[in-house]
């Protein structure tokens, strides 16, 4: 199967229905484990990105946070969010379809504080000086919330099982 087109695809009839235009497919072992289109015009919610819905679905499938052994196969280059959540779950490989500069004459989606063409340098910001109007709160008890985590983790830090960098 050619899962670049089946992104595509998935892609393009979400757009036919009314949502916007991006999708994911994720394989593992060259089988489709999950595959979604960006529902965010559909459902109202800015946290339906087409990579973030795969995700999940892919995650409940194959009872883990981890998607090691997985190929994720998006149309375009990833927003910051769903790098993040790329990232967070450890792919072996993620393949895009096209960037910004390409398809960025026919489609563009920036919103008050989220500018594509700026938000990378945005991101990289101390939290301080971001346009995103940001307020640091200190709470001892926020820090203790972890405390507790690790004294229940057997005194590790690290979420058991998960991926590290080699």
């Avoid at 983790?153 to 960098?165: I, S």
Wanted: glycine share 8%; with cysteine; charged share 25%.
């Amino acid at each position: 199967m050619d899962f670049a087109q089946r992104t595509i695809d998935i892609a393009r009839a979400n757009v036919a229905e009314g949502g916007r235009p991006f999708a994911t497919v994720i394989v593992r072992d060259g089988e489709i484990v999950a595959e979604s289109p960006n529902k965010v015009a559909q459902t109202g919610d800015p946290t339906a990105h087409a990579e973030i819905l795969a995700i999940r679905d892919a995650c409940t499938r194959l009872g883990t946070e981890h998607l090691t052994g997985c190929t994720i196969y998006v149309l375009a280059h990833p927003c910051p969010m769903c790098l993040g959540s790329l990232y967070y779950c450890s792919p072996d490989e993620v393949v895009f379809l096209t960037r910004r500069e390409d398809y960025e004459p026919h489609y563009v989606d920036d919103r008050k504080y989220f500018e594509l063409g700026t938000f990378y340098a945005e991101f990289g910001k101390d939290w301080a000086d971001r346009r995103l109007p940001m307020r640091y709160e200190p709470r001892e008890a926020a820090v203790g919330v972890y405390r507790t985590w690790q004294d229940g983790n057997g005194g590790d830090r690290r979420v058991p099982g998960a991926p590290t960098a080699a």
